[in-house]
């Protein structure tokens, strides 16, 4: 453990039972990894000054309301505390993270043993006071496994390295089985997603945190299967389960294949209505979303360089809804070349994102092409065919010689990394949502 280069807590007398000051931290492990909060559980991962990686410590006396010891939150939820969960017998094992309630009064509180100067066994405050394990982050009666360092230097690391990850077609409910038009009874369909989605997300969140490069996270369009309210209520509970910034867009499934087959088109309004609203949650300033008729699209500029145009499902796309007439989508190619421009003159790598790699409303647009050759975008990412991964060669005639790179779907189990920098991206590809056993380098884009 590199004591040299850390700021830890060495002031506190060994045999004080208040040893680690209240304040902010990481949480170590001595192997290179911090103590994050995720998804209402612990997990391990690499720094990189997340809110769900900084830990308040705080300690306070016995009361009549509040036994003694200490309580951590993490600055992404401060209301939420890690506690043991002892289960209906007093027998269980897990530690999870959850908001106070009188079931957790006791096990929310923790005691600190010192095992060497900078290191501690976690103990929990409800006889018959177990320990944190570290390997498994569960409960143990064996403090051997319980080693823990408190890091107050919370300065962020040097980074020259990010990743964006691309998935798309989560397109709730739909399975492998929709795709093959096998028969599945809905209540198995909609379980089966939820599933392939979970997993799915739950390999990217493995990835983010095995990295501490700057992660962002792309869902390339297909949100849901048709736009239906209940099936954006079951991706708003999902969604948030990546452990990253997330950006969403609409494909077909959100905003064409249900134009004018909807009561009052609500399927289709309702889809552009949770984009504007994901636009005013996320505070992305560079945007032609409106409530009434724009072309409905977006632009990011990420960490490392990086210019990001999401056109949703196809930047030819032209509807109003027959009932209200907004909001309603329509090209609009000055807008895309204004923040192409804009790009291009900060210096920017600039990538594009939409949806439908072909068969656009209106065809192929020789000012698009010409747009992309005039400003040296670098790659197009899409999303649409679930089968597909990696780099597609046949969409010249809509991108000219830009390459082209496809994310697969949730349902088949397949998505991409890249990791850039400002010289040049890897993209790899990942199957059987397994990043660790499948990522594969398929392709390199430079930069220079």
Known sequence: MDRENTKYEEEQSLTDVHPIRDGKYRIEDGKGNVLQEENGHLTWSKWNGQKSQIWKVEYHQSSYLNP???????????????????????????????????DIKYTKNWHFKHKDLTVYAIENGHAPWPYLSNDVLSITSDSSLSSFCFNSDLTLPETTSYSLVFTSDPQYPWTDKTDSGQYEDEKTKKARSEQLIKEQYNDINS??????????????????????????????????????????????????????????????????????????????????????????????????????????????????????????????????????????????????????????????????????????????????????????????????????YLSGSSSQKKYLITEYNEKKMDIYTVTEDNWKKTKTLKSTVNFD
């Open 207 to 404: 990835y983010n945190n095995s990295t501490s490069n700057v992660t962002n996270i792309m869902i390339n369009g297909d949100v849901t299967a048709f736009g239906h309210g209940w099936q954006w209520k079951k991706m708003d509970i999902l969604l948030p389960l990546l452990n990253r910034q997330y950006y969403i867009a609409l494909g077909n499934h959100d905003i064409e294949n249900n134009q004018g087959d909807s009561y009052q088109d609500n399927c289709f309004k309702r889809s552009l209505s949770k984009l504007y609203q994901f636009k005013s949650q996320n505070d992305i300033p560079r945007n032609n979303i409106t409530r009434g008729r724009s072309c409905q699209s977006y632009a990011i500029e990420f960490p490392g360089n990086l210019f990001a145009l999401q056109l949703n499902n196809d930047p030819t796309m032209e509807y109003t809804p027959k009932a209200g007439g907004t909001p309603a989508i329509a090209p609009n190619f000055d807008w895309i070349e204004d923040e192409l421009r804009y790009a291009y003159g900060k210096k920017y790598n600039i990538i594009i994102n939409v949806h439908k790699p072909d068969n656009w409303q209106h065809g192929p647009s020789n000012r698009f092409k010409e747009l992309l050759h005039r400003y040296n975008v670098k790659a197009i990412f899409g999303g649409h065919y679930h089968y597909s991964l990696g780099q597609q060669w046949q969409y010249g005639s809509y991108f000219g010689s830009v390459p082209v």
């Open 68 to 102: 003694s010891g200490y309580t951590l939150s993490s600055e992404e939820n401060p209301g939420s505390y890690v506690y043991w969960d002892r289960g209906n017998n007093g027998k269980g094992t897990k530690v999870l993270i959850g908001e106070y309630s009188q």
